[in-house]
């Protein structure tokens, strides 16, 4: 399969594959020519339970057969339910609703600065949280921001492997430390924990936010509802985004009912944000993410990690749960246009990282089958 620049009626922002879905069931997409493949990407972190399933499609067909949308002057049950819903998981927060993660983020900072009314952003090399200005303002990857400055001032980078630059970076003027406990666009990086707790502390300190960006991380993506639950720190606010409704479009900030407060009516708004056929869609995805599901996320995760870890052409494997980095010595891209061609789609995050995100449904059977592909391309 090739890569094509653009077809030309899509502005090209994407080097997109030369194929064309129209069907999906669990773990496998259908092509325009009928052919099957095993989704690894899902969606890049998106379609958690898999394409079509049964809980979140009767729950956005029912809605919209009943109600597709109110202006956010009226209350809807499926977004009060959602609210609540995520308020459970976190241990007490309320939430605001939006339509990507990009925007979530863009929450969170307006949050933070209203909050503590400091201007002042701490974030990491490497990271990424987004691509609409305030969001590419905080993420840590010089080539992605260097066309569009001026970005929005004092936001500060630290590395990820040292709790001192950061302390050396922020200042009475920080509002906000943001980071990914995973980076994921970065190359599946997970933040050492001393760097987290370090966080915790500096931003208590400063009177900051702690925010932490799960928009990859969370929904069970990496055997926990939320990572954080997992690392052992807490944050003041959380961004979701990308699996909390299956594939239907939605972004989440929730602010813990201990952070201070801050946005008020006529603060920030989204006309689409929370609307009833995507929270009905995602109060169904809460509720299938059980200890159950999660439990097989962490099992799946370690014999996908182990099976990795055996091939030679792997360096280094990286992630927790179902959020899984194989570092190869070569570029990983020839590496998923191979796996594209026998039926397998995996995808990239950076250079030489080769990014594995199936859906957290996964059957081990369906892990096995993407290891023998992944041998016959790796090991040719
Ligand atoms: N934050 C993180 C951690 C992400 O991984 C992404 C997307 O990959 C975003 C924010 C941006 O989300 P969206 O593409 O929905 O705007």
């Known amino acids: 399969m090739t890569v094509t620049a653009t077809r030309s009626a899509v502005l ?8 064309t879905f129209v069907s999906g069931e669990g773990s496998w997409l259908v092509d325009t020519d009928g052919r099957r493949y095993l989704d690894f990407v899902a969606g890049i972190a998106v379609v958690g339970l898999g394409h079509c399933h049964d809980a979140p499609l009767g729950a956005a067909r029912a809605q919209l057969e009943r109600l597709w949308h109110v202006s956010n002057l009226y209350w809807t049950e499926p977004m009060a339910a959602l609210a609540e819903l995520l308020s459970e998981r976190f241990g007490g927060a309320q939430a ?113 936010i702690l925010l932490f960006d799960e928009v990859q991380t969370g929904v069970g993506r990496t055997g926990s509802f939320f990572c954080f639950e997992q690392v052992g720190v807490r944050p003041d606010a959380v961004t979701l985004a990308k699996a909390l409704a299956n594939g239907l479009p939605i972004g989440c900030l929730l602010v813990s009912d201990e952070a201070p407060p801050g946005l008020e009516p006529g603060d920030h708004a989204s ?34 990690a182990h099976s990795l870890e055996q091939l030679a052409a792997v360096k280094e494997v990286r992630g927790l749960g179902l959020l899984l980095g194989a570092e190869l010595e070569r570029p990983a891209a020839g590496v998923v246009s191979d796996c594209l061609a026998r039926g397998l789609l995996v995808a990239t995050a950076g250079e030489h990282t080769l990014r594995l995100t199936p859906p957290l449904t996964i059957s081990t059977e369906e892990l096995d089958q993407a290891i023998e592909i992944l041998e016959e391309v790796l090991e040719a």
């Open 271 to 304: 006309t689409f944000g929370g609307n009833p056929v995507i929270s009905a869609a995602a109060c169904a995805v809460c509720g299938a993410i059980d200890d159950e599901l999660l439990g097989r996320v962490r099992e799946n995760g370690l014999r996908l």
């Open 96 to 208: 605001f609703f939006c339509n990507s993660g990009a925007e979530a983020v863009e929450a969170g900072l307006k949050y933070a600065r209203k909050a503590t009314g400091k201007p002042g952003v701490v974030a990491l090399e490497g990271s990424f949280h987004g691509r609409t200005l305030g969001a590419l303002s905080v993420t840590g990857q010089p080539a992605k921001r260097a066309a569009f400055g001026p970005l929005v001032p004092e936001v500060k980078f630290t590395r990820p492997d040292d709790p001192g630059s950061l302390e050396a970076a922020a200042s009475p003027d920080t509002g906000c430390i943001i980071l990914e406990p995973i980076q994921g666009e970065g190359g599946i990086h997970p933040v050492p924990e001393d760097l987290l707790v370090g966080a915790r502390s500096l931003a208590d300190d400063l009177g900051a």
């Open 12 to 19: 090209p922002t994407y080097a997109r594959y030369d194929v």
